[in-house]
């Protein structure tokens, strides 16, 4: 089976003037096919996310107007905006609406579902969108909107915003996403105010940034990111975030914009597999956005230099918000309007710049999580999770259902580049049951086709194996399918192992649940609301590789190598000095440092081509 959402790299679909024309021409007739007499340009099956697509979609024709002078546009335009004056305005508070700081304001704002009482909690973000639709349009209104209309509009945005920032608590959801875009609707809206009261939104816009956003950031993996629905970051919701960083940024020139978004970019790009492949997150765990992500990949892909088009987007929505049905919907419309505006072209090539928390070189890269761990592993087109036994997860040796990769003291890590080579040293002092204290070696070596893990620990009791990742998705032309294969080569015995017992917190990678719906199951909270990121973590076991010790360690060490990405033997050997443990494969010769490290406890790593 194919995963649903992670299609194409963003940066393949074309940017040109010509293919938005293209894009904005069959939104025009799919538009004036659907416009009801009314004006209403919602799409016909719409429930949810509704109360701001009409006005949406009113401002992708004002967009095709200005760029394409078609005579049809300016009547439709004005059906479309009187219809969500008249019709999609609400004033009265929607009963069971919780996040009311006064009641009975009187402001406008716009519903998430249209029925009174009806998932109020959705009314904030819709009121946002209704906010960045009404400025969008305000920004195209001449000729072509009425000198009554705009009034009405500007006097229309200037209620969305203090119902937003006044009449409600702010960023209820807690959504990063949600709240920047607020933040962005405020510094669009002042430019149309009069000027006392544009510089009063734009100051208030600023402040609620630094007050509600900048200092609730979350830390995750180095990196302070604005929270997501109470995580740190969401494969989803993260890129939609920094679209909104860019918009921020080009509207109002204010550095801290730039400054958020580029830290939020190079986590991303730290985070993302060669072939742009992402999993979890507090609100999705596989789903990726479309074209709401592009206008910030693009905007600080290079700023940062980093190919940040890569990145895997849900390409049914690359292009506009689409129905089941695959037709035209103005959800998000605000972001293509922009995403046209702007002039910036992909950089497509990527950082050369080494991340603690990314190993990447050719088609080949190790994500790695806050505890240094590989929270994804890419080789050869496939993707490794991490694997889970005995309800731990991770990658690392294992021993009587043990998992040494937690650790218990400072991590330390090595980045080096030899002879075409690439190279990470990762030092965690780790504890077992027995509260010894050892020292987990492992070193990660590219040479953008193939991954050598080598894994060295001071000598286990029992019978020890490297737990070597949970194999789970690969390449497959355009899309990206499930699989419980692996290219795995082990020094030691080998083994790929299902779970025994049945249960949604035992996954089986040869079944067809994804790891967003065991998840969610394992959430808890429903779907849509619990946290995936969470509720895999109650998983117990996991499809898992197991590779046993490699033969030929020294006596006082466990070592286990392990090789992703291409088949063949792998027979390495491994001499103890008194600089370290050199180990000699087909490819490379590397010395890795005692764990006690330099003078100042930092490894040594040494590494060249055989």
Known sequence: MHLPRQLGPLHDLPSTPDAYDAVLADVVEQALARLTPEGNLEHPDGVDDVGDTSLGVTSLLALAWRRTKDPRLPEAVSRGLRFHLRERVFTEDNPGYPNLRRRGSGLPYARYVLEDGAHPIGDWPSTVWALLQAVNILGMADPIVPDEDRRELVELA??????????????????????????VGG????GHLPTEEGESVRARAMSL???????????DRGALLPPEHGGAYDNNYGPISLSFLAQAHKVSGEPVFAEDGDALARYLDARLTVGGFDIGGPRYSEQHSGFEAVLGLRHFGRRIGADLGRYRGDTRWGRHAVGPDGALDGHFAFMLVWQIQDATRWHRTPSRNPARHQLRAGTVSVAFDQRMTPSLVEAAGTYYLPAAVNRQHGFGP???GFLFSRPMG?????????????????TKPVVGRDHVLRHVRSLYVTDGVSLWTTVAVERLDGTPYLLAGLPYATDDGDRVRRTAEAAVTSAGPLTLTHPRADGVDHFDARSETTQELAAFALAADPRGYGNPDEGWRHLVASTALEAGPAPGAPQD??????RYGSPGPLAPTFADTPAGLTIRTEAFTALIGNPAGDDRGEPALELRRR
């Open 158 to 183: 200037h209620g969305y915003w203090l119902w937003l920032t006044d009449a409600t608590f702010f960023n209820p959801q807690e959504a990063g996403n949600q709240a920047i875009g607020c933040v």
């Open 187 to 190: 510094l669009m809206l002042a």
């Open 209 to 219: 940034y630094a007050d509600e956003i900048r200092a609730r950031r979350v830390r």
């Open 398 to 400: 294992v021993v009587d």
């Open 410 to 426: 400072e991590v330390r890590v090595r980045d080096l580049e030899s002879d075409g080579l690439s190279a990470k040293l990762v």
């Open 557 to 562: 060490l466990h070592v286990f190598a392990v």
